[in-house]
């Protein structure tokens, strides 16, 4: 089956620690995305990829990092500069113009 | 800057009443206009899209939507709303150009009561 698949489900943070959340797609996208979700506030872009080995920041990239090595690949590492990490976090992936993106299941970090 | 403005927060129907959720957009250029339902702890799920052309789309589970550019609008629709439509909805905007992230709106919960 063709989709995209985020791990794990359910992730919990000590204070000061790194945290990576795995996004996997075999939909032969280009792009891929990652959106933070929090309660009344929709979907917040914190990076993008249009192309492997290259990625921009969305509009709250503070306190987090990604690489693009693989095109079907674009992991999101929480870092302990991320003061308020607790939220659901979503990765999509598109072909781009307009196609309209796919989303993996969501990912819920809480900090402990 | 593009952005996209869902005007309510919470829109309570009957069950078999007809259903509207509003998204209004800005954009410099012209628009590719989707919307999204998400239900608890689940991602986000594909519904209809506006590319160009009939300003009337229609889309999955018997949604639909109007396209008003004069307005600059994007309003779901459904004739007779379900117990099982009770969601999250979210209308994004896309310019023409290339690759670009999705921006969406803050979302509309749908509530309907049987």
């Known amino acids: 089956d063709g989709g995209i698949t985020q791990s794990p489900k359910y992730l919990f943070r000590k204070e000061g620690q790194n945290v990576t959340l795995s996004c996997e797609q075999n939909?032969?996208?280009?792009?891929m995305y990652w959106y933070r979700q929090d309660p009344g506030q929709g979907l917040r872009l914190i990076y993008y990829s249009q192309i492997v080995n290259d990625f921009q920041k969305g509009d709250i990239a503070e306190g987090y990092s990604v690489s693009r090595e693989k095109k079907e690949s674009f992991p999101l590492t929480v870092t302990s500069a991320q003061k308020n990490p607790t939220a659901f976090y979503l990765c999509?992936?598109?072909?781009?113009?307009?196609?309209?993106?796919?989303f993996g299941q969501g990912t819920r970090l809480t900090v402990v | 800057a593009q952005s996209v403005a869902q005007p309510e927060d919470q829109v309570n129907v009957a069950e078999g009443n007809p259903l509207t959720v509003k998204c209004t957009y800005s954009v410099s250029g012209n628009p590719y206009l989707f919307w999204y339902v998400q239900y608890p702890n689940r991602g986000l799920q594909f519904l209809l899209k506006?590319?160009?052309?009939?300003?009337l789309v229609k889309g999955s589970y018997g949604f639909e939507a109007e396209f008003n550019k004069s307005q600059t609008s994007f309003h779901l629709k459904k004739p007779s709303a379900l117990v099982s439509d009770s969601a999250l909805y979210f209308c994004a905007v896309r310019t023409y150009s290339g690759n670009t992230p999705l921006v969406f709106g803050k979302g509309t919960r749908l509530s309907v009561i049987a």
């Open positions: 506006y590319i160009t052309g009939d300003n």
């Open positions: 999509a992936s598109s072909s781009g113009g307009h196609t309209e993106a796919f």
């Open positions: 939909l032969n996208h280009d792009a």
